[in-house]
């Protein structure tokens, strides 16, 4: 769609106006607010002109101006400029991060929350799914007499845990034995080719060891099932009553379907990168009103997992573009580190 670069600023200016006071803006605001010079006049009918190709709206007979879902679709696309974190911003999200960098689940868990407070909408963040991963290394710890837990660890990132339960006490050199046998025999695997049928073949392979490796290799096989799905974590679906441009029952529609997590997770790891995806852009009914930014994080060098915003259409777009980009560099460069460290 062409446009002059007249109404390219207006239209800029009408969207940079909504976002940040929640009012439309009016010919004479405009005239103030422009960098050149031109009558109120010819602004209304630039916004009349702009209105007429559908990227305005007027909510009101007697009301200025607002983006239309399209509108802001040209705005995001070809008008918006980002603005980037200030050092001391950067030094907040990092300070915030690190506390949890340990972690795997803690580190993506205070994401979401951080997300959440930063915007006040709602805020996902996916754990890395086993699919396409490697296993990287199982390690056996001792945690009490007669139990012991398996950790998973996949190329992804993902970190899956299982107590198991023996009928004899457990040594360091039986659980010696059963971190050498499992990953001579499963370090390397795809995650997927850990399956019952492999469990069993394993087993079988082992002779009388078979009876004495039976509770771990059911806690690796119950671990790799679970590494294989997606897990996400929610934050601020509260947040999301206390937007004015959800009226009614709108709020609820949004929270709604962000309870149903295989949708979800469908929606905002549909495509690598950054995307914002404007109202029905989004494909779902419950969505017509809102807006999704979702930006993918890399482990690794590839693509592991993704944090996401939801929330009406008038969100603050170049602020928050920015900010997630950071956060998803920060996270994956730090699972990428714990991820070293630990194999």
């Given at each position: 769609?062409?446009?002059?670069?007249?109404?390219?600023?207006?239209?800029?200016?009408?969207?940079?106006?909504?976002?940040?006071?929640?009012?439309?803006?009016?010919?004479?605001?405009?005239?103030?607010?422009?960098?050149?010079?031109?009558?109120?006049?010819?602004?209304?009918?630039?916004?009349?002109?702009?209105?007429?190709?559908?990227?305005?709206?007027?909510?009101?007979?007697?009301?200025?101006?607002?983006?239309?879902?399209?509108?802001?679709?040209?705005?995001?696309?070809?008008?918006?400029?980002?603005?980037?974190?200030?050092?001391?911003?950067?030094?907040?999200?990092?300070?915030?991060?690190?506390?949890?960098?340990?972690?795997?689940?803690?580190?993506?868990?205070?994401?979401?929350?951080?997300?959440?407070?930063?915007?006040?909408?709602?805020?996902?963040?996916?754990?890395?799914?086993?699919?396409?991963?490697?296993?990287r290394a199982v390690q056996f710890v001792q945690t009490s007499r007669r139990t012991a837990m398996a950790i998973l660890i996949t190329s992804a990132g993902t970190m899956k845990t299982r107590v198991f339960r023996c009928d004899y006490d457990v040594t360091p050199d039986i659980l010696r034995v059963f971190f050498r046998t499992v990953n001579e025999r499963l370090?390397?695997?795809?995650?997927?080719?850990?399956?019952?049928?492999?469990?069993?073949?394993?087993?079988?392979?082992?002779?009388?060891?078979?009876?004495?490796?039976?509770?771990?290799?059911?806690?690796?096989?119950?671990?790799?099932?679970?590494?294989?799905?997606?897990?996400?974590?929610l934050n601020g679906q509260m947040n999301l009553l206390f937007c004015p441009e959800f009226e009614g029952s709108g709020a609820r529609r949004v929270i709604d379907f962000l309870s149903r997590e295989e949708e979800l997770t469908r929606l905002i790891l549909q495509s690598a990168g950054t995307k914002v995806l404007i109202g029905r852009e989004t494909k779902r009914?419950?969505?017509?009103?809102?807006?999704?930014?979702?930006?993918?994080?890399?482990?690794?060098?590839?693509?592991?997992?993704?944090?996401?915003?939801?929330?009406?259409?008038?969100?603050?777009?170049?602020?928050?573009?920015?900010?997630?980009?950071?956060?998803?560099?920060?996270?994956?460069?730090?699972?990428?580190?714990?991820?070293?460290?630990?194999?």
């Amino acid at each position: 769609m062409e446009l002059s670069s007249r109404q390219q600023k207006i239209l800029a200016a009408v969207a940079e106006h909504y976002i940040s006071t929640g009012e439309p803006a009016g010919s004479k605001m405009l005239c103030d607010s422009l960098d050149f010079t031109v009558s109120p006049a010819t602004v209304r009918n630039e916004m009349s002109e702009l209105a007429e190709r559908g990227l305005l709206l007027q909510p009101h007979t007697s009301a200025g101006r607002i983006p239309s879902q399209k509108g802001y679709r040209v705005y995001v696309d070809r008008l918006m400029k980002r603005r980037p974190l200030s050092p001391e911003e950067r030094r907040t999200i990092d300070s915030l991060l690190l506390s949890n960098a340990y972690d795997p689940q803690k580190l993506l868990e205070g994401v979401s929350r951080l997300l959440a407070g930063m915007t006040r909408f709602a805020a996902v963040s996916t754990f890395p799914g086993g699919q396409g991963a490697a296993v990287r290394a199982v390690q056996f710890v001792q945690t009490s007499r007669r139990t012991a837990m398996a950790i998973l660890i996949t190329s992804a990132g993902t970190m899956k845990t299982r107590v198991f339960r023996c009928d004899y006490d457990v040594t360091p050199d039986i659980l010696r034995v059963f971190f050498r046998t499992v990953n001579e025999r499963l370090a390397g695997r795809s995650v997927e080719e850990i399956t019952p049928a492999l469990i069993q073949s394993l087993a079988a392979s082992l002779g009388e060891m078979a009876i004495l490796m039976s509770p771990a290799l059911m806690a690796v096989l119950d671990a790799a099932q679970e590494a294989l799905e997606t897990d996400v974590c929610l934050n601020g679906q509260m947040n999301l009553l206390f937007c004015p441009e959800f009226e009614g029952s709108g709020a609820r529609r949004v929270i709604d379907f962000l309870s149903r997590e295989e949708e979800l997770t469908r929606l905002i790891l549909q495509s690598a990168g950054t995307k914002v995806l404007i109202g029905r852009e989004t494909k779902r009914s419950e969505l017509a009103e809102s807006s999704v930014v979702a930006c993918r994080y890399a482990i690794s060098g590839r693509d592991a997992g993704a944090i996401a915003v939801i929330g009406p259409t008038r969100m603050n777009y170049a602020k928050l573009v920015s900010g997630m980009e950071y956060l998803a560099n920060a996270v994956g460069r730090m699972l990428t580190e714990l991820l070293d460290q630990q194999s």
